[in-house]
């Protein structure tokens, strides 16, 4: 089995991964706390959380079957080495399952606040009804020939998948608003930091195996670190650039009764706030 050649090349690969964590773990928490406080979830988009959530629950079936199982892992280093070391670390594993349950989470929040005209869309249904129907394919398949590693790769190409277009509908939903307000900020930034630490970690591991297959060894974790910054980025100008938020006139009242326009930030209820 490989080990790290470099011992500062691994603490930094753990500090990466664990800021990696942290990042993505808070990350969801800025939008249930607008949802809190505005009790509506109108700006966000469902299908975007419903995408979301087999998304996580496929990596999470695939970070955990490839940490744990030694089976798994056999046939992970069967097919590319057995100097390879595993592309899942702890971390990993751990923000799956935060994900999981924080995505579900935010479901029940679409389920029990203001959603004003909004609804999931039967696209949307359609794409994860497919993705889990081919994922119960592929495990009919596995099981004559007890292909784990084959069948847990099914699951990381759904996660793949939805992790490409899961973030559409949001982007096409605030271009149609024109606005950002109800999708909060505070989830991009935290999301494209994790992005870029996640990234990191495997550039990190890579250098010191002197190996780049952990990038197509993983192609999930790769695809989880580029596709989210890509779509960060698209949210952060679409917020800050294309519509920002806007200011509005409010009239106060003078000492001599009459009225002056006074210039202040929009307390609108459904003001995006974190």
């Known amino acids: ?25 808070i990350t ?3 939008q249930v706390i607008l949802n809190f406080r505005r009790k509506s979830v109108v700006g966000l988009n469902f299908d975007f959380m419903l995408l979301n959530l087999t998304k996580q629950s496929s990596y999470l ?61 039967r696209t949307s249904i ?14 009919f398949i596995a099981i004559p020939t007890h292909s784990w590693f ?39 930034l935290l999301d494209f930091f994790g992005g870029v630490m996640n990234y990191s970690q495997m550039v ?3 250098i010191d195996q002197n190996s780049w297959v952990n990038f197509y060894g993983n192609i999930g974790k790769t695809m989880v670190s580029l596709v989210s910054i890509f779509y960060d980025i698209i949210f952060m100008i679409q917020h800050y650039v294309q519509y920002p938020s806007k200011k509005m006139i409010m009239p106060s009242v003078s000492r ?11 307390n609108h209820p459904h003001s995006d706030a974190v």
């Open 256 to 266: 001599d009764g009459t009225t002056e326009p006074l210039l202040k930030a929009s």
């Open 204 to 206: 990190v591991q890579s």
């Open 61 to 121: 079936i695939y970070n955990a079957s490839l940490f744990f199982s030694s089976t798994v892992q056999k046939q992970y280093h069967e097919k590319f080495g057995f100097n390879e070391m595993i592309p899942v670390a702890v971390n990993d594993v751990a923000f799956s399952i935060h994900a999981v349950l924080l995505t579900a989470f935010i479901l029940f929040q679409i389920a029990i606040y203001d959603r004003g005209d909004q609804k999931f869309s």
């Open 1 to 25: 089995m490989a080990s790290w050649n470099s011992v500062p090349l691994e603490v930094l690969y753990d500090v990466l991964g664990w800021l990696a964590f942290i990042s993505w773990t």
């Open 28 to 30: 969801g928490y800025p």
């Open 126 to 139: 359609g794409i994860g009804s497919a993705a889990w129907l081919y994922a119960a394919v592929c495990v």
């Open 150 to 188: 084959w069948l847990i790769s099914c699951f990381n190409n759904i996660q793949v998948v939805m992790t490409i277009i899961k973030y559409i509908p949001q982007v096409i939903m605030n271009f149609r608003r024109k606005s950002t307000v109800g999708f909060s900020i505070g989830n991009v």
